[in-house]
């Protein structure tokens, strides 16, 4: 009975990890431990890999060392706002053709604020915090399902738009 048990946990460990493998990749950048840990747990749950990061300092090496498909991003970070890391991303990605990658920003931000800085510095969403479980998978697959088919849209979607 041991053995079949152990065999059976071997199998749900290896399709978990092929799972992983083949899951997209979202990267979680918030300075707050609490909310990346349940970013991180809501990504996970909902079948994504989450790599997570304290700050935008170092955010393109990252980016580049882990090619997310969408970035997750705090606005309202110390030192370095979501938005100006944004910038530079974006600067180093025209520089060299490289760093693609759709951005949502999250912030406790009023969301009239939020969606004209989201549009403002070409995100491909927004959410405000705190988001539950549903509302921001929604909103990260509506993001991943327009960037895998190349739709260009200057309007940023929010989570009310990926409902529907």
């Given at each position: ?31 707050d ?85 989201a ?34 849209s ?10 529907g």
């Amino acid at each position: 009975m041991q053995s079949r048990l152990r065999t059976v946990c071997k199998l749900q460990d290896a399709v978990t990890s092929a799972q992983q493998m083949n899951a997209q990749t979202i990267m979680v950048v918030d300075d707050d431990l609490m909310v990346r840990r349940l970013l991180e747990r809501f990504l996970t749950n909902g079948g994504y890999r989450v790599v997570v990061a304290a700050s935008g300092f170092g955010l393109s090496g990252r980016v580049r060392e882990n090619q997310p498909d969408l970035l997750l991003l705090d606005v309202n970070m110390p030192g370095l706002r979501g938005d100006a890391a944004l910038s530079v991303l974006q600067q180093l990605g025209q520089r060299f053709n490289s760093l693609d990658v759709p951005v949502v920003f999250h912030s406790g931000m009023d969301a009239s604020e939020l969606e004209h800085l989201a549009r403002r510095h070409g995100a491909a969403g927004f959410l405000r915090k705190p988001a539950g479980r549903e509302q921001l998978l929604q909103l990260v697959d509506s993001v991943l399902d327009q960037a895998s088919s190349k739709v260009d849209s200057h309007e940023p979607r929010s989570h009310a738009d990926a409902r529907g």
